[in-house]
């Protein structure tokens, strides 16, 4: 059964909005509110334009434009199905895998690298620690809906809290810091992009070149101390970040 069906899809014809667009708006809200649920086939795209008066090229236009932010995908033999919502991030202190799990997006980790090496300067720099002292490395991999999402790499203060490689397959790091009695308090972040070197897109299931987005963060508890380090890179094809903005008085 077509599940557009279910959905209630309209277009209003005096609004400026191109009559595309105002579909894909609608099945992409659908998407996200999980009315259209990853590995769902649309239907037959003439049927669609009948039910809702469209010529085939509108209808398929906006499908395309679907196609083309990743949340749908063309089959051959299969049809269009939808592929996964983006996530949206909204930037607070906040785990990754905490905002994968409120968003219904099932997320899981694969523990790349768990390890204790000497501290970069810009690790250092970050921790407050001495260059060359040890601190713990962490490398996960996160995937949603069973595909990868982000490259995680975070660094942490030696003996701040247990990091056993199954646990951080289970849960995420900060609810481990804060099952340790850890506070975490505030961050300094910064958010960019670039494009993917060869082994990032092979981890990420993206070409090499394809765009990423990237983030530092360094996360302090309520005594002011340094806690974790981090530097990853998301897909942007499956992920945004989303920022608030406000007019100063």
Known sequence: MDPTVSLQLGVDRTSP??????LAQQLEAAIERGALTPGSLLGNEIELAGRLG?????????????????????????G????????KRPLELSSLYDDLESA??????????NTVEPASTEVAAALGVDEGSEVHRV???????????????NFLPPKLLELDSDRM????LYRLMRGAGITLHSARQSVGARAASAEEGERLGEPAGAPVLTMQRTTFDDTGRA??????I????????EFQLLVRP
């Open 17 to 22: 909005v191109p009559l595309y667009f105002q």
């Open 54 to 78: 469209l010529s085939r090229p509108t209808v398929r236009q906006a499908i395309q434009s679907l196609v083309d932010k990743g949340l749908l995908v063309r089959r051959r033999g299969v």
């Open 80 to 87: 269009t199905q939808v592929v996964h919502s983006q996530v």
């Open 104 to 113: 219904g997006q099932r997320p899981a980790t694969q523990v790349v690298l």
């Open 139 to 153: 490398e996960r991999l996160r995937l949603a809906h069973g595909e990868p999402m982000a490259y995680l790499c």
């Open 169 to 172: 397959e289970a849960t995420g």
């Open 227 to 232: 806690v974790e380090f981090g530097t990853h």
């Open 234 to 241: 998301y897909r942007a094809s499956r992920y945004s970040f």
